[in-house]
């Protein structure tokens, strides 16, 4: 039974940074196709950064520069560091698994 439980998200003001987590069980970051999207209320669910074949990474062009996502192997946690944050970052943010599986979200709110 695969599950991702989401952790971090938090309410921060613009120009400010948030480390979200993703917790795995049932399967293993390291050998899956491991990605973070989000949804803005009234919007649809995009990707925000994932890995894809061969270990590269794709970034959203609205998050490149300010985002980083990386495994942990031992841990079995995959991580999302935000910086920068703009209000226009607020949303939930999913953890994904090999496109099928979601976890439950975290807030995120950017606001001052």
């Known amino acids: 039974q695969v599950q991702l439980v989401e952790s971090g998200g938090a309410s921060v003001q613009p120009g400010g940074s948030l480390r979200l987590s993703c917790l795995a069980s049932?399967?293993?970051?390291?050998?899956?196709?491991m990605s973070w999207y989000r949804q803005a209320p009234g919007k649809e669910r995009e990707l925000v950064a994932g890995?894809?074949?061969?270990?590269?990474?794709n970034y959203a062009d609205s998050v490149k520069g300010r985002f980083t996502i990386s495994r942990d192997s031992v841990k079995n946690t995959v991580y999302l560091q935000m910086t920068l944050l703009k209000p226009e970052d607020t949303a939930v943010y999913f953890c994904?698994?090999?496109?099928?599986?979601w976890g439950q979200g975290t807030q995120v709110t950017v606001s001052s």
């Open positions: 994904h698994a090999n496109g099928y599986y």
């Open positions: 049932g399967i293993t970051v390291r050998n899956n196709y």
């Open positions: 890995f894809v074949t061969g270990g590269s990474i």
